[in-house]
Nanobody, 126 residues
């Protein structure tokens, strides 16, 4: 079971990026997929999550209305679509997954996720 995150880069404020999280060794059915980020000197923060059993997503207040999660079943991939990026969005972004049969994933903390991908750096310049 592996998760591969990619798509980070350097962008200017107001621009967009799409991060990809490719799952291998398992399908994303009945899983919660979470995106987290960690900026230097700060704790890991949950950005958004997606419950595959229901399609329901949940996002942090700091990214509400700017970030969305989408899924491509054929590619076994979950995307974090980031729009209107701000300098404070600068961080290393991680995707994570864990088996989950509930409709909402908002209650899941980082410790609840079993599988983690490597991080991908997002840098937003002002």
């Amino acid at each position: 079971v592996q998760l591969q995150a990619s798509g980070g880069g350097l962008v200017q404020a107001g621009e967009s990026l799409r991060l990809s999280c490719v799952a291998s060794g398992f399908t994303l059915d009945y899983f919660a997929i979470g995106w987290f980020r960690q900026a230097p000197g700060k704790e890991r923060e949950r950005v958004s999550c997606f419950s595959s059993s229901s399609g329901i997503t949940s996002s942090a207040d700091s990214v509400q209305g700017r970030f969305t999660i989408s899924r491509d079943n054929a590619k076994n991939t979950v995307y974090l679509n980031m729009n209107s990026l701000k300098p404070e969005d600068t961080a290393v972004y991680y995707c994570a997954a864990t088996q989950w049969y509930h409709s909402t994933c908002a209650s899941l903390t980082a410790n609840a996720y079993r599988y983690w991908g490597q991080g991908t750096q997002v840098t937003v310049s002002s």
